[in-house]
């Protein structure tokens, strides 16, 4: 019943924050700048900072807990391979999603786009190899200070892996990791009670910033976006929970739901892990172990609703600047999504850096971006809910399977 009352308090902050930024932007424009800065931005900022002060230590612990609880090398392994292959199969399907969508319903002819001021300056982007040979922490307090996620969760998965080699000797250590685990997850119900007013103020700067005309002028952009989210939800994730889980898909976004609202309002998949491990463990029954892997894994890698924007946003540039994608070009922006979703791994701005990267795949204009950024706040807010709960769904897979693979294995021991 308590969880009910916070999914709808956060859900009631939502809509009021929405609703309140639109009508101020409406009838009295003039008086936002002052009510965001003395009232909305407060109360986001800080929900934001208070949900922020405990993803380090938490991931930390939770990693750590995972890999030791996991045991055996060879199964950390399994659920490794099995859940970096569930997002690059995900993020392929979703922005193939983005791409079809797009071109069928064709938001780039819907109005007269200008052009010549569409700017955007994009930054560079390390490459894959470059990324993947940094996740290995020459410091590790100097990766926790600065919370690089990649290399925290490398970090900890050492420390795990070394703590269930030596066994009995780390007892202690891991019962001390376990209470500081339990210590943040009670700072996350506490500060879970901060949510409603922390996502109104957070909508309410979102939307009355961006304002009715700017969503006007993109709704066709928008609507196609938002479209492309809800199939890959219902299809990708309803289908991985009903097919794969062999779960219900309604009731898993019903459980799931107070975490996406977290998700929407803060726009950062690592900001919710948090109240998103808390869901997963508590509301959909996935082992700590698991949990505490995969999906601190998935906020940093698993970027299915940033992937649907880059299709979309690809399609609508082509279409404003008149020009046709082959068939050849077409399955180098899913190749180049793809692969940039792992290179570009924690690097702040993801989202359009993956963005310029897919448009000079294709010698489209990189300034381009500059017709979709007024809104991209907006949209950034859905797709984070979206990638949150992708994984979350791939949590669940793996849970389920390694309950089915556990089951066989005591079957086969006792025949």
Same mark, same amino acid.
């Given at each position: 019943?308590?969880?009910?009352?916070?999914?709808?308090?956060?859900?009631? !902050?939502?809509?009021?924050? =929405?609703?309140?930024?639109?009508? @101020?932007?409406?009838?009295?424009?003039?008086?936002?700048?002052?009510?965001?800065?003395?009232?909305?931005?407060?109360?986001?900022?800080?929900?934001?900072?208070?949900?922020?002060?405990?993803?380090?230590?938490?991931?930390?612990?939770? @990693?750590? &807990?995972?890999?030791?609880?996991?045991?055996?090398?060879? %199964?950390?392994?399994?659920?490794?391979?099995?859940?970096? *292959?569930?997002?690059?199969?995900?993020?392929?399907?979703?922005?193939?999603?983005?791409?079809?969508?797009?071109?069928?319903?064709?938001?780039? &002819?819907?109005?007269?786009?200008?052009?010549?001021? /569409?700017?955007?300056?994009?930054?560079?982007?390390?490459?894959?190899?470059?990324?993947?040979?940094?996740?290995?922490?020459?410091?590790?307090?100097?990766?926790?200070?600065?919370?690089?996620?990649?290399?925290? @969760?490398?970090?900890?998965?050492?420390?795990?892996?070394?703590?269930?080699?030596?066994?009995? %000797?780390?007892?202690?250590?891991?019962?001390?990791?376990?209470?500081?685990?339990? *210590?943040?997850?009670?700072?996350?119900?506490?500060?879970?009670?901060?949510?409603?007013?922390?996502?109104?103020?957070?909508?309410?700067?979102?939307?009355?910033?961006?304002?009715?005309?700017?969503?006007?002028?993109?709704?066709?952009?928008?609507?196609? $976006?938002?479209?492309?989210?809800?199939?890959?939800? /219902?299809?990708?994730?309803?289908?991985?929970? !009903?097919?794969? #889980?062999?779960?219900?898909?309604?009731?898993?976004?019903?459980?799931?739901?107070?975490?996406?609202? $977290? #998700?929407?309002?803060?726009?950062?998949?690592?900001?919710?892990?948090?109240?998103?491990?808390?869901?997963?463990?508590?509301?959909?029954?996935?082992?700590?172990? @698991?949990?505490?892997?995969?999906?601190?894994?998935?906020?940093?890698?698993?970027?299915?609703?940033?992937?649907?924007?880059?299709?979309?946003?690809?399609?609508?540039?082509?279409? #404003?600047?008149?020009?046709?994608?082959?068939?050849?070009?077409?399955?180098?922006?899913?190749?180049?999504?793809?692969?940039?979703?792992?290179?570009?791994?924690?690097?702040? !701005?993801?989202?359009?850096?993956?963005?310029?990267?897919?448009?000079?795949?294709?010698?489209?204009? $990189?300034?381009?971006?500059?017709?979709?950024?007024?809104?991209?706040?907006?949209?950034?807010?859905?797709?984070? =809910?979206?990638?949150?709960? !992708?994984? /979350?769904?791939?949590?669940?897979?793996?849970?389920?399977?390694?309950?089915?693979?556990?089951?066989?294995?005591?079957? /086969?021991?006792?025949?």
């Amino acid at each position: 019943m308590k969880k009910n009352n916070m999914t709808l308090k956060v859900l009631t !902050g939502l809509i009021l924050g =929405a609703i309140v930024g639109l009508l @101020i932007n409406l009838f009295a424009p003039g008086a936002f700048e002052s009510l965001n800065s003395y009232i909305f931005v407060p109360l986001g900022q800080i929900f934001l900072s208070l949900i922020s002060m405990l993803v380090v230590p938490l991931v930390l612990f939770s @990693i750590i &807990l995972g890999t030791a609880g996991l045991g055996d090398p060879a %199964k950390l392994g399994r659920i490794g391979l099995k859940t970096i *292959v569930y997002f690059l199969v995900t993020t392929t399907i979703a922005i193939v999603i983005g791409l079809g969508l797009a071109a069928v319903i064709q938001p780039g &002819l819907a109005g007269d786009f200008d052009l010549d001021s /569409a700017t955007f300056e994009a930054e560079e982007a390390p490459s894959v190899a470059d990324t993947l040979l940094n996740i290995i922490p020459k410091n590790p307090l100097s990766a926790l200070t600065e919370g690089n996620m990649l290399q925290i @969760i490398i970090f900890a998965v050492f420390i795990g892996l070394a703590l269930t080699a030596l066994g009995e %000797k780390t007892k202690g250590i891991i019962n001390l990791i376990e209470q500081g685990n339990e *210590v943040m997850m009670y700072l996350v119900g506490i500060v879970m009670k901060f949510a409603p007013f922390g996502t109104f103020g957070l909508i309410a700067t979102a939307i009355g910033s961006q304002g009715f005309s700017a969503i006007k002028a993109m709704a066709s952009y928008m609507f196609v $976006v938002l479209a492309a989210l809800a199939i890959h939800a /219902a299809f990708t994730y309803g289908g991985t929970v !009903g097919l794969l #889980a062999k779960k219900n898909p309604v009731w898993f976004f019903k459980k799931f739901a107070p975490a996406m609202s $977290v #998700a929407f309002s803060t726009s950062s998949s690592t900001a919710t892990l948090p109240v998103s491990m808390e869901a997963a463990q508590k509301d959909l029954g996935v082992p700590k172990s @698991i949990s505490s892997f995969v999906q601190p894994l998935g906020a940093t890698i698993n970027m299915d609703g940033t992937a649907i924007m880059q299709g979309v946003a690809t399609m609508f540039i082509a279409q #404003a600047y008149g020009s046709d994608l082959t068939m050849m070009q077409l399955l180098t922006v899913v190749l180049t999504a793809v692969l940039a979703s792992i290179g570009t791994a924690g690097v702040p !701005g993801v989202g359009l850096i993956m963005l310029a990267m897919v448009l000079s795949s294709v010698n489209l204009p $990189v300034a381009g971006i500059g017709l979709v950024l007024g809104i991209d706040r907006l949209l950034d807010m859905t797709r984070t =809910a979206i990638n949150i709960s !992708g994984d /979350a769904a791939c949590a669940l897979y793996v849970s389920e399977t390694e309950k089915k693979r556990g089951l066989k294995a005591e079957e /086969a021991t006792a025949g």
